[in-house]
Nanobody, 125 residues
Framework: QVQLVESGGGLVQAGGSLRLSCAASGGTFIRYALGWFRQAPGKEREFVAAISWSRDRKYYADSVKGRFTISRDNAKNTIYLQMNSLKPEDTAVYYC??????????????????WGQGTLVTVSS
């Protein structure tokens, strides 16, 4: 069974950086879009970023544009989320997900077929 495993979360001060990783195990995600979502305490899950299999399409939430960068290494079955200029409002559990329908669909939070277990990011002020 294919699984997604996130890592890289932690505690960081406002203005700092973190890089999250999400690795596929038990298989590959050939032709799948992969993306990041987050859920803060007491809030609904929200889209953060998504990337196509070929890496030619990337989508970002307005709240993270210019600060976060999504990338993927298909040889390693891994995606990354580089998070810079972090703010306290970025505090959340970050999840990666996979979809065979493409990154635009992921942005609409549709057809999210596989999920990771999440990694906690805490940004202190």
């Amino acid at each position: 069974q294919v699984q997604l495993v996130e890592s890289g979360g932690g505690l960081v001060q406002a203005g700092g950086s973190l890089r999250l990783s999400c690795a596929a195990s038990g298989g590959t995600f050939i032709r799948y879009a992969l993306g990041w979502f987050r859920q803060a305490p007491g809030k609904e899950r929200e889209f953060v970023a998504a990337i196509s299999w070929s890496r030619d399409r990337k989508y970002y939430a307005d709240s993270v544009k210019g600060r976060f960068t999504i990338s993927r290494d298909n040889a390693k079955n891994t995606i990354y989320l580089q998070m810079n200029s972090l703010k306290p409002e970025d505090t959340a559990v970050y999840y990666c997900a996979a979809s065979s329908k493409g990154p635009a669909t992921m942005k609409m939070q549709r057809d999210l077929e596989v999920w990771g277990q999440g990694t906690l990011v805490t940004v202190s002020s």
